[in-house]
């Protein structure tokens, strides 16, 4: 079975900060991941997706993520944080087809000023 | 990418009560998904439901419970019936999306409080 591990629930970065948010997968075939942002009452926003090709993935808002299959990882990353990427930051995977997604714990995302 | 429209943004309810949530999207797909994420959780699904025939659901989630409708390729419901403080959670609906921008596609949920 699909399954989805976010270590850190919470991270607190500054302004101007690099960011990294990690995510493990388990899943017997090759996966399809993504990334989903949720704001404060908002519903999910897809950041970004991997289904095959090239493992370094670009996505929305200046982020991006990279696939290792060695490390079953896919973590996400961003160079420079703004104010406005507070929000929880939910890792999630597929099976190809239209099966249902299975989503990591999240990792809620706070700004230093 | 699809657009969903689900209604209502966010309810007040009395135990014992139920409620109806939709989810309208702009372009006909095979399968919808409904996810329950409760207070400070993550998303968890409840069911898939495809047109023209009953809907599947998760282990710990059941029909008498959360009863779905999926009448065409472009419309679902699901009801949170006989509802209790523990339902208090926010509902969404998701579909995959086969455009340019393929992935799956969330509404914006609907947050229901169960008082």
């Known amino acids: 079975a699909q399954s989805v591990t976010q270590p850190d629930i919470h991270i607190t970065v500054s302004e101007g900060a690099s960011l990294e948010l990690r995510c493990n997968y388990s899943?017997?075939?090759?996966?399809?991941l993504f990334w989903y942002v949720q704001s404060p009452g908002q519903g999910l926003q897809l950041l970004l997706k991997?289904?095959?090709?090239?493992?370094l993935v670009q996505g929305i808002k200046g982020f991006e993520a990279e696939f290792k299959r060695s490390q079953s990882s896919f973590n996400l990353r961003k160079p420079s944080v703004h104010w406005s990427d507070a929000a929880e930051y939910f890792c999630?995977?597929?099976?190809?087809?239209?099966?249902?997604?299975?989503f990591g714990q999240g990792t809620r995302l706070t700004i230093n000023p | 990418s699809a657009v969903i429209s689900q209604k209502p943004s966010r309810d007040i309810c009395q135990r014992g009560t139920s409620l109806t949530i939709q989810c309208q999207v702009d372009?006909?797909?095979?399968?919808m998904f409904w996810y329950r994420q409760q207070p400070g959780q993550s998303l968890t699904l409840i069911a898939t439901?495809?047109?023209?025939?009953?809907?599947?659901?998760e282990s710990g989630f059941v029909i008498d419970k959360f009863p779905i409708s999926r009448p065409n390729l472009t419309f679902s419901t699901l009801t949170v019936s006989n509802m209790s403080p523990e339902d208090s959670s926010i509902y969404l609906c998701?579909?995959?999306?086969?455009?340019?921008?393929?992935?799956?596609?969330f509404g914006s949920g609907t947050r229901l409080t169960v008082v």
């Open positions: 998701s579909v995959e999306d086969r455009g340019a921008v393929a992935g799956y596609t």
């Open positions: 899943y017997g075939a090759t996966p399809y």
């Open positions: 991997y289904f095959s090709g090239d493992t």
């Open positions: 999630a995977v597929g099976a190809s087809g239209a099966q249902k997604l299975v």
């Open positions: 372009s006909q797909v095979t399968m």
């Open positions: 439901a495809n047109q023209g025939s009953e809907a599947t659901y």
